[in-house]
């Protein structure tokens, strides 16, 4: 039991029933329930769109791994209309069962049956994983929980596709300044980028979309986080491209990195 007064998020089930009775309008809800239906029947007034372009749906976040049966269930009907599919993940996920390098089609067979992640990522046609610090210790320092298990979902969702098995996996590195950005992370993470025997990696530079957020909830301007600037992006991309990436900014390949617009 929670003490009065205190939210426990542990045991609220996100019923909202707190704030349609709150009248002082101290409770907020953000965004809102939607039913698969109605999600289809919104994604699907896009369809033109979709077939024209050559686009499709991502499924963001937060982080969509955590809604599963929803993901798929959307995803699975986006596909028989002929709409790709991606998904964008911070890769902090959980397969039931040990991947196996030396019988990936067996663990592939045994997990589309049984777990609803796996079934999930397989109805996708990429998944845009992000890497963010390879040390493991600063990733803990930074992100809360140590990077290993997120490395060895990228192996695994590299070896799947590799193996014909599972959606075709697009490494990103967030740019963060001061966090992620040194060049001793960044090589690392060519490193690991290389080692499963991929080639690409798109870059995400920095933005402060938050602060607004940090405005409503009350909590100080982080000040010593600025949007990074052309130059530590042309220095990132630059050796990333020495190390033999081909490297991409959202939406665009990075060829000459001093032209590319950067937030300054
Ligand atoms: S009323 Fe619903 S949303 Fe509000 S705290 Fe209780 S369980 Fe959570």
Redesign the pocket.
């Known amino acids: 039991m929670s003490r009065p007064g205190v ?1 426990d998020t542990d ?9 349609k ?1 709150c009248h002082t309008d101290a ?1 907020v809800q953000f965004g809102e329930r939607q039913s698969i239906s109605t999600l289809l029947d919104d994604l699907m007034g896009e369809y033109s769109l979709y077939r024209t372009s050559g686009g499709g749906v991502t499924f963001s976040g937060g982080e969509a791994t955590l809604f599963p049966k929803y993901v798929a269930a959307v995803s699975k009907q986006l596909k028989l209309s002929g709409i790709h599919t991606a998904i964008e993940t911070c890769g902090v996920f959980k397969f039931s069962s040990r991947f196996s390098f030396e019988a990936p089609d067996a663990w592939a067979r045994e997990a589309l049956s049984s777990q609803p992640l796996w079934q999930m990522l397989s109805l996708m046609d990429i998944v845009l994983f992000d890497l963010k610090i390879s040390d493991s210790e600063q990733h803990k320092r930074h992100c809360g929980a140590t990077n290993s298990e997120i490395h060895d979902n990228f192996r695994t969702l590299v070896a799947l596709h590799k193996a014909g098995k599972g959606p075709e996996v697009w490494p990103r590195i967030p740019l963060i300044p001061h966090v992620t950005d040194s060049p001793e992370n960044l090589l690392a993470l060519a490193s690991l980028i290389k080692s499963v025997g991929l080639n690409s990696v798109t870059l995400v530079p920095f933005h402060n979309l938050g602060e607004s957020k940090r405005e409503w909830l009350k909590i100080p301007h982080r000040t010593h986080e600025e949007p990074l600037t052309r130059e530590a992006l042309g220095e990132a991309g630059r050796l990333l491209l020495s190390e033999g990436l081909t490297c991409f900014l959202p939406g665009e390949e990075i060829r000459d990195v001093d032209d590319q617009k950067v937030q300054s």
Do not use: H, M
């Open positions: 939210w045991q609220c089930t996100l019923c909202f029933e707190c704030v009775q409770l």
